[in-house]
Each structure stands twice: as structure tokens, then as C-alpha cells.
T-cell receptor, first 112, second 111 residues
Framework: DSGVTQTPKHLITATGQRVTLRCSPR?????VYWYQQSLDQGLQFLIQ???????AKGNILERFSAQQFPDLHSELNLSSLELGDSALYFC???????????FGSGTRLTVV | AQSVTQLGSHVSVSEGALVLLRCNYS??????LFWYVQYPNQGLQLLLK??????LVKGINGFEAEFKKSETSFHLTKPSAHMSDAAEYFC?????????FGKGTKLSVKP
């Protein structure tokens, strides 16, 4: 157990729908990062939050949004889902220094 | 922008043989470099990191990596492969506070 908790582990939904992925960071970590992993694109950085504020944006689609709450957990919202959004979505957390990230076990999203 | 390139999407070695996974970085400033491992159906686990201290970095599970500025490389090695090392390995560079990952190298270990 890495200490980073992601729910749900698996999600199957239809095109056009909206889903919410949840992440609880490791205790004491203020930064949360979201990544998308797919066979063709590899690991793509989506967005980072630090202590409730958006810190950096990567290759995140406009249909996707995220937030970090006062208790530091984070949610990634994916809307108007397309088949191509099927992927593994990882959350990672860090103390906010130059240490490596701690990753959760991911949410596997399948859009049908 | 900083980036990493992993040479070889698949590497196959025999059990007991040397493991060498290649990573080259592109960076205009001294980089922070990382190696992660991903076992099937799991998240990524940090193997080791280079943060401008010693150029030879030792990690978990017997892995180590050497930072070579002249070659802009950060190759991952292990003297003797075990079956349990079969996984996908990712090199990453810290860029503007975020980790940018390479495409990954899948390591197979033959008995």
C-alpha cells in the first residue's frame, strides 16, 4: 500500500457520460498530480494541485477538470466521454519538494 | 522543455544476466532524474532518484543508475536479473515541478 488511495479501481461507462475519479494523497503530502496512461500516448501529465490551488496544467482536455479540497483529497471530473478517453488514470502525491512522487494504483476507465 | 528518451520499448534478458535499461535526457539545467517500475495492474513505484548529489545512485531491489552529464544519460542497471524483475520501467525528469515520463521499457526475464 503506497498510501495514495484511488477510487474506484474500475469504471465502465458509456460515451457522453460524466464520471468522477477520487484520490486521497499520502498523509502529509500537499501536492496532488493526475496522469493519464494509455497504450498510444504513454504517461501524460494532466494537472497538479498544491494545497488546494491549481499549480500546473499539462495535456488536459477542456472536457476534464479537477479540484483539490480542504482535506487535500482531489477529484478528477471527466465529461462528454469518448471512446478515446479509455485509459488508466493515476493520481500521485508528493510533499512538494524535489522528491519523487508516490503513485496510487490507478482507476481503469473503460468507455463503451 | 526537458524530456527523456528511453531506448528500446522491449528488453529481454535471461535470469541471472545483466539488466541494462537506457535513458537519455534533454535538459538545459541540471536535471532531477527518476526511475520508476510498474508491475502488471499496479501503480508506479519509485526505484531511485538523482538529485545532483552522488552520480551513482542505488535504489531498491538491487537496481542502480549512473548519471553521466557528458553523455546526457541515466541508464538503469542490475547485475543479475530475477524473474520478479519482469515489469515496465519508466525514466522521468522533473520539469517545472512536474515529472515528464519516457515511453517506458518492458523488461522480460527468461528462465
Amino acid at each position: 500500500d503506497s498510501g495514495v488511495t484511488q477510487t474506484p479501481k474500475h469504471l465502465i461507462t458509456a460515451t457522453g457520460q460524466r464520471v468522477t475519479l477520487r484520490c486521497s494523497p499520502r498523509s502529509g503530502d500537499l501536492s496532488v498530480y493526475w496522469y493519464q496512461q494509455s497504450l498510444d500516448q504513454g504517461l501524460q501529465f494532466l494537472i497538479q494541485y498544491y494545497n488546494g490551488e491549481e499549480r500546473a496544467k499539462g495535456n488536459i482536455l477542456e472536457r476534464f477538470s479537477a479540484q483539490q479540497f480542504p482535506d487535500l483529497h482531489s477529484e478528477l471530473n471527466l465529461s462528454s466521454l469518448e471512446l478515446g478517453d479509455s485509459a488508466l488514470y493515476f493520481c500521485a502525491s508528493s510533499e512538494g519538494t524535489d522528491y519523487g512522487y508516490t503513485f496510487g494504483s490507478g482507476t481503469r476507465l473503460t468507455v463503451v | 522543455a526537458q524530456s527523456v528518451t528511453q531506448l528500446g520499448s522491449h528488453v529481454s534478458v535471461s535470469e541471472g544476466a545483466l539488466v541494462l535499461l537506457r535513458c537519455n535526457y534533454s535538459s538545459s539545467v541540471p536535471p532531477y532524474l527518476f526511475w520508476y517500475v510498474q508491475y502488471p495492474n499496479q501503480g508506479l513505484q519509485l526505484l531511485l532518484k538523482y538529485t545532483s548529489a552522488a552520480t551513482l545512485v542505488k535504489g531498491i531491489n538491487g537496481f542502480e543508475a549512473e548519471f553521466k552529464k557528458s553523455e546526457t544519460s541515466f541508464h538503469l542497471t542490475k547485475p543479475s536479473a530475477h524473474m520478479s524483475d519482469a515489469a515496465e520501467y519508466f525514466c522521468a525528469v522533473r520539469s517545472q515541478g512536474n515529472l515528464i515520463f519516457g515511453k517506458g521499457t518492458k523488461l522480460s526475464v527468461k528462465p
